[in-house]
């Protein structure tokens, strides 16, 4: 008997659906068809809930069917309704068992009615844990397992509690959501203040039917790998964490329908089991109808419930993702509470049960029988208010290593060795990189607090390794290359789907509170505009397809770039080199030139370097030992460093102390602890700047805005401000140091003022800070090329070669170098452009 299924958004699922036969038809237009279940299983009946006092008639028995809600992926399933009403009297001594055990009577022998009891029990002796008149309003609490595993007379009323709960995860908790859902049936009943004692509707008794009460489990574990979900954890209770790269809108599932008979107009209401639409097989009151039951959409019997499908990715950033390979990921179904709980890029975990849904494009007659896997949710945890990762777990043993690192002599100098210990030198970039990995930290909301890093060089000087390093250790590191990223792929994307939209995240949402490390910078330029509100507020917002919303991208961007020209310029500008936005560019709090320049002394000790990596020998002259493979907590009884070098003392530079001497041993940190000792310092370390460290950061901002000459020099606004204290505050966290003191605030600077000389330097080595990093100020050589130009036109305009240094001045003007034109005078005269004639007079030599 085909099933009718409802008016709306539903659409029919029936396992009787299709068929056909002699005698009276049963054909229905295709829009009204079913689909049929998941296989030829037969037709059940569960047990139908009448309405009392509806209708004409005043005697139901019971009947049922089956509901289905399609969602923008696929028909979704939920097994327990969320929502009940007033039925007619029970004489169980549970108000909810039908709500429960719809397919069991009630037995007082049975195994189910002691299990509920063990449960009840615990629920009374552990109450201080259970506010019924709280989950009286929400309809769910909290469970935490190790609460009954505490409870001894628990344990032995019910010692297979933690095997049935994984085995049998759909009975347990159906035990559990009775036992308290009795206890707030039981439980007295405060009327509102506009509500009177007299007035029965408000007063809940033992026999009203409440809402169904759900247990969201806590504590169940340990985690499994996306990869390892099989089919033998099938209707298994399993606890998963992942990343959630999409979030399907928000949709309404119905768990209960009234019905209404055409002839005698007798209502009654059918619990839709397991989300598939279920319609009446037969009237109950009296005339025997069996067909064209009206759905009654507006009944206050008819019960829906918020849904919403989302999808969870295996981590790249715990190790669970083995590089090489897609990385997997799973469906989730949530309802009631849990919907909205989660955005993308949220790494989550989650608790639910494992099952399987036949695929629609396989349902139909004479293809295979294929089912996909997906997770029921019962409870989920979000763990982005902490570092996000499964590397933020810290052990005993981890805060024994935590703690040695941070009482080195110099914990910033082990850090700085032990970040891609493969690439030789540029201790400066590999420490402000470390200053980016670390970040700083916010004392007002909305305040942006991570550094941004760009590394510009010739190819081959090992930018790329260095990112892939920091993608390593950081605790949540995603590298992309920008050649092969589009601006969807780093930022979000919107699909469009049956109910509304969904979002996916990119790169740098799924790296929130973490870093995201962009290499081939300059081969995106197209993406550029993208990261524009990524990098500065924080955020990505989205306005697509009638979607409106805003997700957080706290994210530390370190890039590297190659020079346009294939080597880098020194007569032009960093923007004139990449053929980046200005705008983009300046949001980088760090940027540094790698060159590669040729020099004998620094040529033989990087060849012995690498000589020495590939032969196998730890200690090369001149570079630093590559123990980071070995175990660093076998060496926790010893000091970590032993070396006596001079690098403790104060009074030399940064990038000094921080070089090792040649043939140093140093226990390098390995990348696990690595990730440990950043998570601790970004989840636990706030660091506050002392007032020395202040005066230094204000003095030194306050020289910037004086060398400032006109309008072509770099733009120093209170931006450059805000990025000095970010990375005094990084520098801070790197030693777990509470207070930003004055030695940490000169460090920053000496960091600031390599990577000035790098940006501002001209291809004579001197020091222009009037040369503008947007490529409004130029070098010298620069300059003199755009004033002949304009001396060039001219003399072609006014047909003249004798100029006065007046119109000089006001060519100068017009080609906007009006600030050197004594020099560029100069440059032009030994080159034999301008040849001086006399007081102030100059003759063009148009060759």
């Not at 599932?253 to 839709?272: K, V």
């Not at 024994?400 to 110099?410: D, G, H, R, T, V």
């Not at 919107?494 to 740098?508: F, K, T």
Request: aromatic letters at 6%.
């Amino acid at each position: 008997m085909a099933a009718n299924p409802p008016v709306g958004n539903f659409r029919g699922r029936g396992s009787a659906a299709n068929r056909r036969g002699r005698g009276r038809s049963s054909w229905r237009p295709y829009f009204r068809r079913g689909r049929g279940g998941c296989g030829s299983a037969p037709y059940e009946r569960p047990v139908t809930l009448p309405i009392p006092n509806a209708g004409s008639s005043s005697s139901h028995d019971q009947s049922t069917s089956t509901v289905s809600v399609s969602t923008s992926l696929c028909p979704v399933t939920v097994q327990e309704p969320p929502q009940s009403f007033f039925v007619e009297k029970s004489s169980t001594p549970y108000p909810g068992w039908q709500l429960y055990f719809p397919k069991n009577k009630y037995d007082a022998t049975s195994p189910i009615v002691r299990k509920v009891e063990a449960i009840r029990s615990h629920f009374s002796r552990k109450s201080e844990y259970y506010d019924l008149a709280k989950i009286r309003k929400q309809f769910w609490f909290p469970l935490h397992l190790s609460h009954l595993t505490s409870d001894d007379a628990f344990c032995k009323k019910w010692p297979n509690f933690q095997q049935d709960l994984g085995e049998n995860p759909d009975e347990t908790l159906a035990c559990i959501g009775l036992a308290m859902h009795r206890n707030v049936s039981e439980a007295p009943v405060q009327p509102g203040p506009s509500q009177s004692v007299s007035n029965s509707q408000f007063q809940f008794s033992s026999n009203s039917c409440l809402r169904t009460v759900r247990a969201r489990i806590h504590g169940f574990g340990p985690a499994v790998n996306l990869r390892a979900l099989k089919v033998n954890n099938y209707d298994r209770l399993v606890s998963v964490r992942g990343t959630v790269i999409r979030a399907g809108a928000t949709q309404i599932l119905c768990t209960w329908m009234a019905f209404a008979c055409p002839n005698c107009n007798a209502e009654q209401s059918i619990r839709q089991p397991e989300g598939v639409f279920t319609a009446p097989s037969s009237c109950k009151g009296g005339c025997r109808t069996r067909s064209n039951f009206t759905e009654l959409l507006s009944s206050p019997y008819t019960r829906t419930e918020p849904f919403q499908t989302i999808r969870l990715q295996e981590s790249m950033l715990g190790g669970q993702y083995d590089s090489g390979r897609v990385p997997r990921s799973i469906e989730a179904e949530l309802a009631e509470d849990l919907v909205d709980s989660v955005c993308p890029g949220d790494d989550i975990t989650l608790t639910g049960i494992l099952k399987v849904r036949p695929q629609e494009e396989f349902q139909r007659k004479g293809q295979a029988s294929m089912y996909k896997i997906y997770i029921r949710a019962v409870s989920l945890s979000n763990n982005k208010n902490t570092i996000s990762n499964r590397k933020s777990e810290f052990t005993e043993k981890d805060m024994e290593a935590i703690q040695l690192i941070s009482k080195e002599p110099s914990p910033f100098r082990l850090l700085v060795n032990s970040l891609c210990p493969t690439i030789y030198g540029h201790e400066m970039v590999k420490a402000g990189l470390i200053l980016g990995l670390f970040g700083g930290c916010a004392f007002q909301p909305g305040k942006r607090t991570e550094a941004h890093v760009l590394v510009v060089g010739d190819p081959g000087v090992g930018k790329s390794q260095m990112l892939q390093a920091c993608a390593n250790v950081s605790p949540r590191g995603v590298f992309v290359c920008g050649n092969g990223s589009s601006s969807a792929g780093l930022t979000v994307t919107v699909r469009q789907e049956r109910g509304g939209g969904s979002l996916e995240a990119g790169a740098l949402v799924l790296a929130d509170q973490g870093v995201c490390c962009i290499d081939e910078f300059d081969k995106m330029s197209s993406n550029h505009q993208s990261l524009l509100e990524v990098m500065e507020q924080q955020t990505v917002s989205v306005a697509k397809a009638g979607v409106l919303c805003s997700l957080p991208a706290r994210t530390c961007v370190l890039a590297a770039a190659n020079p346009s020209g294939g080597h880098y310029d020194r007569s032009k500008t960093v923007s004139e080199n990449l053929k980046i936005n200005p705008a983009l560019l300046s949001r980088f709090d760090l940027v540094f030139i790698l060159l590669d320049r040729p020099n004998a002394h620094l040529d033989s000790l990087l060849t012995a370097h690498i000589q020495a990596l590939h032969s196998g020998t730890k200690n090369s002259p001149g570079a630093p030992s590559n123990s980071g493979n070995s175990s660093f907590y076998g060496a926790m009884n010893r000091t970590l460093n032993t070396s006596t070098s001079s690098d403790s003392s104060c009074d030399k530079p940064l990038l000094e102390r921080l070089r090792l001497a040649p043939n140093e041993k140093l226990d390098l940190l390995p990348h696990v602890l690595f990730q440990k000792y950043i998570a601790y310092a970004r989840k636990n370390i706030c660091p506050k700047l002392s007032t020395e460290a202040a005066h230094e950061l204000k003095k030194f901002y306050l020289e910037l805005r004086a060398v400032r000459p006109g309008l072509d020099a770099i733009p120093v606004t209170t931006r450059q401000l805000e990025a000095l204290i970010r990375l005094n505050q990084a520098r801070a966290r790197a030693e777990l140091s509470t207070t930003a003191t004055h030695r940490h605030a000169l460090d920053v600077l000496e960091i600031v003022r390599h990577s000035l000389v790098d940006v501002f330097s001209t291809d004579e080595g001197v020091l222009q800070v009037q040369r503008n990093i947007n490529g409004c100020g130029m070098s010298q050589a620069s300059q003199v090329k755009k004033f002949l130009r304009f001396l060039q036109v001219r003399s072609n305009t006014s047909n003249k070669t004798v100029f006065e240094l007046e119109e000089l001045q006001e060519i100068a003007t017009q080609a906007g170098v009006a600030g050197g034109l004594t020099n560029i005078l100069d440059s032009l005269n030994v080159q034999g452009f301008l040849l001086k004639k006399g007081q102030s007079i100059y003759k063009f030599i148009n060759g």
